[in-house]
C-alpha cells in the first residue's frame, strides 16, 4: 500500500481549492498548476474561495482530512480587511455569533475569537484592492473552529463590515508564517504539524 502524502501550500489569489472542475470555460486557475509532484487522489483539507488566500492543507489521506476538517477542535485563524473602520459594537457581535445564510437555512455562528489587529505585511495582492482614499479600511484577526460556506465573509458582511481581502494565517498551531505565495511544500504529518 502506497505510502500517504501531505503538502502545505500558500494559495494565491484566483485559484479553487480543487484539481478538477466539470465547468465548462472555468477562468479559474486549478491547485494542480501549483506542481508537478501532486499525486493522484490529492484533496484539499477544507477549502478557501477563490478570492481567499492563505494556508491550505492538501493531502491523499481522506481520514486525515476528516479529522482536521470535522473533528471541531481545529482552529483556524484568518487576517481580515475590511470595508470601514469597524466598531467595538461589530466586534463583540462577531465574537458571540452573527446570523448568516448557510445551505438555504438561517444559521448563527459558534463565538469566536476576534480582535482589531494592524496592517499586516503582505504582499500585495494579483488583483488590487481598493486603497484608503475611497475611504478607510480595518484588519481584524478572527479565528474559528468551524467552516461554513463562505462564513467570514459572511459574517463580517452581517456586521456592516464586508471583507476585501481573506488571508488564512493558521490551522491549528501550524502558521502561514513566510511562506511564499503559490509555494507547496511536502511534510511528513499533518496532525503532527497542527497540534
Known amino acids: 500500500m502506497p505510502k500517504h502524502r501531505h503538502f502545505i501550500i500558500h494559495k494565491p489569489y484566483g485559484y479553487l481549492s480543487q484539481f478538477i472542475t466539470n465547468q465548462k470555460n472555468n477562468k479559474h486557475k486549478l491547485l494542480g498548476e501549483l506542481s508537478d509532484d501532486f499525486p ?71 463565538p469566536c475569537k476576534v480582535h482589531l489587529i494592524d496592517s499586516p505585511n503582505f504582499k500585495a495582492r494579483v488583483k488590487k484592492i481598493r486603497d484608503e482614499r475611497h475611504g478607510p479600511t480595518s484588519w481584524i484577526s478572527i479565528t474559528l473552529k468551524e467552516g461554513k460556506f463562505r462564513q467570514v465573509r459572511k459574517m463580517t458582511s452581517g456586521v456592516g463590515f464586508p471583507t476585501l481581502r481573506l488571508v488564512r494565517v493558521r490551522i491549528g ?3 502561514l508564517n513566510d511562506l511564499p505565495v503559490g509555494n507547496v511544500e511536502e511534510i511528513d504529518n499533518l496532525i503532527e504539524l497542527i497540534s
Do not use: C, H, P
Request: aromatic share 10%; proline share 0%; glycine share 12%.
Open 173 to 175: 498551531n501550524a502558521w
Open 40 to 110: 493522484e487522489n490529492t484533496m484539499a483539507v477544507g477549502r478557501l474561495d477563490v478570492k481567499s488566500e492563505g494556508l491550505l492543507f492538501l493531502t491523499t489521506d481522506g481520514k486525515v482530512s476528516d479529522y482536521i476538517t470535522t473533528s471541531g477542535g481545529v482552529e483556524k485563524e484568518y487576517y481580515a480587511q475590511l470595508d470601514g473602520a469597524i466598531t467595538a459594537k461589530a466586534i463583540d457581535e462577531l465574537r458571540t455569533g452573527v446570523e448568516i445564510g448557510f445551505d438555504g437555512k438561517k444559521y448563527i455562528t459558534k
